[in-house]
């Protein structure tokens, strides 16, 4: 991490039960027991483990290790302290002997599990709640995230939907629960293991077994068929544009070198549903690009660089930069506000949401979200007064009010909140609580607990990312990147303890980005990313256009690699990789689009082909006053 360009934390996310607790300056060491190692204060370049006392250390007690980054939290790395007497022998001469690495018999896992029923206050202590969770190695939930671990880190085992089948290859070893009694095989199935075992003759250290009984495969290995690359058979208005932040470019990934920054824009024309443009930035060698937004005539786009310090500003006609603005350390989303036109950066590796003026890009305020807090996905809502922010590190929401200056944090501890969406009425806003696998509904007035949904009810899925509203104040569509699913909650009721999930659909490894954009005549399409597959995922929540019925469905998946689409630097590696921030042209929110329709329909200086998408008879009434 020698050349890192911003700050990056380490917090242990799994380790074996009854590990010696080290220290950390981070804020889940302020609950005795909870955490192994909790470092909060970023780093840049490299550091220790340390113990209680700050003073180097290592780890010790045997078993698997996963660290996480908690501001870029797709950062992982893991360590396994194998025990060197754990091990079988070929044909039982002690002199061969094959290795079985040892995962501990229990490990601790840094989420949620067990909350049941409709409770709507959730805190660590309640009875229905297991927070962490203790598993076997063997459990299906530590099976989904040893999955996803080796998905993430490896990039032979991202989902390319340039092939027929998605490979999923996990590494051929043995391991075990610190005992040479058992032997488990990651990638094979049970008869595989056994048939090997039986080749080898292997044996324990006194000569027998293991038997038959303790030899298992966990069949980790997949061939998956990838589903069909399909258009959705009605279009939309305009275009939607795509963080597709690991795409590599010739002109600026050069490995081993401060210049090696991916990350490329995907601009999709959603009426022919085609790759229309690829866009780097080699000039400023744009760092991760995150998340998007638009001023009022959607003439300029606001790219955050979340692995920087920065945020670029570019024409969206042309694709050129007009400038690039230093945000902070690690900004995260940007968003604006609808009454004045002023951006909003969250500085995810701070503590503040930085506030820009529109037309000099100078800094105006610093509104701090409060220590430790490191805001992410925040949301501006629809009138301009208040500012949410899901605080991931400060495991709470901080709610700024921009017209009396005031910050007022939620009033409970949340699980890790990554993600805002606040409904177009601002009566609630929701928190995707990514260590929770749950969302929160909460006041923006007060700060008040209002419900919570459990995605753990509906199957093995959770660890939520983002959770748009959509301008109808109608559903909710949420990133699920545990299991690879979509979320559709039906938000309409005014009440939140009367919303519900409708539907669970496929989704992609990496789930994350998610925005609305108009739907050709009428309603709404939710586009939804991956970080770790080349494709845009398209549902539309209600296709019959019938509020009453539950229908969500898949409408199409576009394929992001296009190496043939008009580009300022030519991709050479992982195309169409890195689904993250969405942007829909134009942007259709509630209290956004009644600016843009005012200042483009029958402006005297027309918004180029915004006027254009915004005259379009499949523009509707609706869209362009979503909440009359």
Known sequence: MKDSQTKHTITTLIYPQGAELLGGNGILNAVPGLSHFDQQLGIR???????????????????LYVFVCKIHPYMFSAVIVDDPNTNLYIGGDLDKPFPLLDLSENLVVLTRTGLTGSSNDVEFGDDDTVFPTIVEPTDDLTKSLLTTFYVITDPNNWRDYQQDNWNISLPPVLVTTNTEELAVALPYNTATTQFAAGVLGLTNSTGNGPTLAQIAGLEMDKIISNPEVEDPSIGGIGEVWINTQFERTVNK?????????????????????????????????????????????????????????????????????????????SPSHVMTSPATGSIYVAVNGEETVNEFDPVTYDMTRQLSTGFRSHPHGHWVSSSGQYVVTPDFIGLKATILDLESGSATSSDNVLFGPIAT????????????????????????????????????????????????????????VVALTLGG????VDVSSSNPED???????????????????AKDGGGYYAYVSSKFSNVLTVVDPNPDGDVETDDAEIAGRILLADNDADSDDRVIGYEGFGGQGVLAIPNVYEGWIQKTVTACENSSDPCGDVSDFIQLPGFTQDHKNPNP
Request: hydrophobic share 30%.
């Open 485 to 488: 699913k979509i979320g559709v």
């Open 499 to 517: 919303h519900y999930v409708t539907e669970i659909l496929d989704c992609d490894p990496g789930c994350h980005g998610v925005q609305w954009g």
């Open 421 to 476: 969406g606040m409904k177009g009425d601002e009566s609630v806003f929701y928190t995707a609580d990514f260590l929770g696998n749950s969302m929160t509904a909460i006041d923006p007035s007060n700060g008040e607990i209002l419900s919570n949904i459990d995605w753990l009810e509906h199957g093995l899925v959770g660890l939520p990312i983002q959770a748009p509203i959509s301008p109808d104040d109608q559903y909710m």
């Open 45 to 63: 370049g490299s550091t220790l483990l340390t113990d209680k006392d700050s003073v180097p250390t290592g780890l010790n007690t045997p078993g």
């Open 253 to 329: 990934n050069h490995p081993g070198t401060p210049s090696d920054k991916p990350g490329t824009i995907t601009v999709i024309d959603t009426d022919e549903w085609n790759v229309e443009r690829k866009i780097a930035l080699p000039e400023i060698n744009m760092n991760h690009p995150h998340n998007m937004w638009t001023d009022t005539k959607n003439e300029v786009v606001y790219q955050t660089q979340w692995f920087g310090k920065e945020m670029a500003v570019i024409d969206r006609e042309s694709g050129e930069l007009i400038k690039e603005v230093f945000t902070g350390q």
